[in-house]
T-cell receptor
Framework: AQTVTQSQPEMSVQEAETVTLSCTYD???????LFWYKQPPSRQMILVIR??????QNATENRFSVNFQKAAKSFSLKISDSQLGDTAMYFC??????????????FGQGTRLTINP | GAVVSQHPSRVICKSGTSVKIECRSL??????MFWYRQFPKQSLMLMAT?????????EQGVEKDKFLINHASLTLSTLTVTSAHPEDSSFYIC?????????????FGPGTRLTVL
């Protein structure tokens, strides 16, 4: 079974700084999807960024980028120029590919990120 | 963007009663919906996968007779917590995957906070 590990329960940085959240996963599959979700105090899950495992290029979305190291099974999230609104729980997640049936998301334990003014 | 709603947003009930939570995809059809449970300061744990027109698939350790799932249409899935007890108090989140997509991105509802007295 796939597992996702986030080793940083909490992180705190000053506004405008850059912060990197770590995530490792374990799978025997070659094709899959990886995601970072944000859960602010409202508890609404928001997709931050996704990465297809077959793509070598790291995904980027404005201030958010990932460092995807497939061989190391590592998928870290970098937030540049952090803003107060980035304060939230961040979850790393793994999804099996479509052809293998139920596309379940497996979540890591989460990292609570606080951006200080 | 795709919108998923949940109703109610919060509910308080007495021990022994049943509670129904609705999950609706508002602007897309969803063959598959997922139900998660989230305890305070913890990650999302998948409870079951709900497929339109067929029986739900439950994760190991989830009692199917206690957590009844019905997915009668392509836009609505319901979770009924039967004979609720205080240990069932939690935050329940649903997600929906648009039908026919090349990969099943999940769009999340805002969640339902259940408190059993």
């Amino acid at each position: 079974a796939q597992t996702v590990t986030q080793s940083q329960p909490e992180m705190s940085v000053q506004e405008a700084e850059t912060v990197t959240l770590s995530c490792t996963y374990d799978t025997s599959e070659n094709n899959y999807y990886l995601f970072w979700y944000k859960q602010p105090p409202s508890r609404q899950m928001i997709l931050v960024i996704r990465q297809e495992a077959y793509k070598q290029q790291n995904a980027t979305e404005n201030r958010f980028s990932v460092n995807f190291q497939k061989a190391a099974k590592s998928f870290s999230l970098k937030i540049s120029d952090s803003q107060l609104g980035d304060t939230a729980m961040y979850f790393c997640a793994f999804m099996s590919p479509l052809i293998q049936g139920a596309q379940k998301l497996v979540f890591g334990q989460g990292t609570r990120l606080t951006i200080n003014p | 963007g795709a919108v998923v709603s949940q109703h109610p947003s919060r509910v308080i009930c007495k021990s022994g009663t049943s509670v129904k939570i609705e999950c609706r995809s508002l602007d897309f059809q969803a063959t598959t919906m997922f139900w998660y449970r989230q305890f305070p300061k913890q990650s999302l744990m998948l409870m079951a996968t709900s497929n339109e027109g067929s029986k739900a698939t439950y994760e190991q350790g989830v009692e199917k007779d206690k957590f009844l799932i019905n997915h009668a249409s392509l836009t609505l899935s319901t979770l009924t917590v039967t004979s609720a007890h205080p240990e069932d108090s939690s935050f329940y989140i649903c997600s929906a995957s648009p039908s026919g997509e090349s990969y099943n991105e999940q769009f999340f509802g805002p969640g339902t906070r259940l408190t059993v007295l």
